[in-house]
């Protein structure tokens, strides 16, 4: 998306995304700063990109602001008791790129002697860790009564109730669930 930006002279400029922070020369040959894409998305009356629901998690529950009910999510009934669901939306994981052996052995007897020590002996890279653990404890208001009756299978509709934490589960359809207890 493009963005407009005047010069003093009058002349409007149309910027792409990717210029924002930088300056861009006009016409006139004055030297315009381009604003930050927040800045530039405010003028354009556009709203600041949606924060993550995980990243929401996180600051909430640093805060202490979690949960924001003060009413059972399930009956409604005033209280101050609440559950805490583990709620694994993603594990960070390692991906190994070493060649697996039969690929290089294979390598060796296809490209002859040469290359296929070289291939058979190949440079081991390091193994690289992609992702994050995102694993959080959410404290959900729940009665003591529903609380009793909360089985593992209506965990996942209770969270729902939540707006953020709905958010989250649709972010991450896959994420486990558990029960933390009280
Ligand atoms: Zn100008
Ligand atoms: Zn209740």
């Given amino acids: ?18 210029a924002a922070g930088t300056s861009a020369r006009c016409g006139c040959g ?3 700063v381009v604003p930050s894409l927040r800045e530039l998305r405010r003028r354009a009356g556009l709203s600041e990109p949606p924060l993550s629901p ?17 009413h059972c999510v399930l009956c ?19 991906t190994d790129s070493k060649m697996p052996f039969l690929v290089r052995l294979f390598g060796g007897f296809l490209s002859g002697i ?25 404290p959900l208001r729940v009665c003591n009564e529903c609380a009793q009756a909360l089985s593992p299978d ?4 209770a969270l729902s109730r939540v707006p953020l934490y ?3 589960l649709k972010k991450y359809p896959h994420a486990i669930l558990s029960l933390l207890g009280n």
């Fill in 154 to 157: 209506i965990l996942c509709d």
């Fill in 114 to 138: 040469t290359f296929g020590w070289y291939v058979f002996l190949g440079d081991e890279r390091e193994p690289t860790v992609c992702g994050q653990d995102r694993v959080y404890a959410l």
């Fill in 30 to 32: 004055r030297t315009l």
């Fill in 54 to 70: 995980a990243l929401e998690v996180e600051a909430l529950l640093y805060a202490g602001r979690l949960p924001e009910e003060d």
């Fill in 76 to 94: 409604g009934a005033v209280t101050d008791h609440c559950i805490y669901c583990r709620t694994e939306c993603e594990r960070a994981y390692v």
């Fill in 1 to 18: 998306m493009e963005y407009q930006i005047r010069c003093e002279c009058g002349h409007v400029m149309a910027v792409p995304e990717s």
């Fill in 166 to 168: 709905e958010r989250l």
